[in-house]
């Protein structure tokens, strides 16, 4: 089977699959996305491992051990085949790896499709309680992740320090497109409320990767700390240490670095959006467009 057809026998699986599960969900008195989270659960390696479906030895969508054996090379995919392995198409790593890239896209439209019927204004004036909503949905979780991890470092399970504040980072994530797609479900994306969490969840999220890369920073070196240098930051940090920085000092430059390269970010953001995007925005809100965008 070629990858094309896998491609398009696993999107017709999941996509019906998916409808159905979001019309239960409803019927259930829950949101639609509800019911396509447990689906993925169930379609994915938790429960069912639809990417390693077959039949005998013929694998529906590759099969993970089908790409095992091809990594290898052609003659080693062959002896595979000939002692009994699975055949069949191309990887299931491949093919997942095309249904990731598909699934971005639908975020994306997904997330242009909140933004316009987003309104910016609006969401000015509940900027404030978005922040402290935002701010506390930082805090809690952190606080939260970190003592779990003390908690279960104290019964004997081998964690330190670092690793218990990196659940407790993890825990800070949200997804702003599960929020604005409920929202939009529920048509309260207009709302005062709706304006509040999905403005909240932005900030969450930017704050969330402000608390990530400071975490980072303070990483211990680990086993592949001698390794090449592949970053800006990792070649201004060797420098650092070949100039026999070490200690509090070495923390402090890597800190202010981090924040000057944010600092950086920012003010390249915002450029862009004043000098580049909002001319472009408005030249196209000239055209005489009769159609809708969607």
């Not at 680990?222 to 070490?246: C, H, Q, R």
């Not at 200690?247 to 670095?257: K, N, P, V």
Request: glycine share 14%; charged share 15%; with cysteine.
């Amino acid at each position: 089977m070629t990858h094309l057809l896998q491609l398009l026998l696993l999107l017709s699986i999941v996509l019906l699959t998916a409808k159905y599960a979001g019309y239960l969900s409803v019927k259930i008195g829950q949101p639609m996305v509800f019911g396509k989270i447990a689906l993925g659960l169930i379609l994915g390696p938790t429960i069912l491992d639809i990417i390693n479906w077959h039949i005998g030895g013929f694998y529906f969508f590759g099969g993970m051990e089908h790409g095992a054996a091809l990594a290898h090379g052609a003659e080693a995919a062959a002896q595979h085949i000939a002692s009994g392995g699975p055949i069949g198409g191309y990887t299931g790593e491949t093919l997942l790896h095309s249904f990731k890239d598909m699934a971005e896209i639908g975020v994306l439209l997904l997330m242009f499709m909140a933004g316009l019927e987003t309104d910016l204004n609006q969401m000015m004036k509940v900027g404030k309680v978005a922040l402290w909503a935002a701010i506390g949905g930082v805090i809690a979780p952190l606080l939260a992740g970190f003592g779990s991890g003390i908690a279960f470092k104290g019964l004997g399970l081998e964690l330190d320090i670092y690793e218990c504040l990196f659940i407790g980072t993890i825990l800070t994530a949200t997804s702003v497109s599960i929020s604005a797609q409920t929202l939009m479900e529920l048509k309260r994306l207009k709302s005062k409320e709706g304006m509040t969490i999905l403005g909240a969840a932005v900030i969450d999220d930017v704050v969330g990767i402000i608390v990530l890369s400071f975490v980072i920073a303070f990483k211990p070196a680990g086993p592949g700390g001698a390794e090449a240098p592949e970053k800006l930051l990792d070649w201004i940090m060797m420098g650092v240490e070949n100039a026999g920085i070490s200690g509090g000092a070495e923390s402090a430059i890597r800190i202010g670095l981090l924040i000057v390269m944010m600092a950086a970010f920012f003010f390249i953001a915002v450029s862009a959006d004043r000098w580049f995007i909002r001319p472009v925005v408005k030249a196209f809100d000239r055209m005489p467009i009769t159609q809708g965008l969607l």
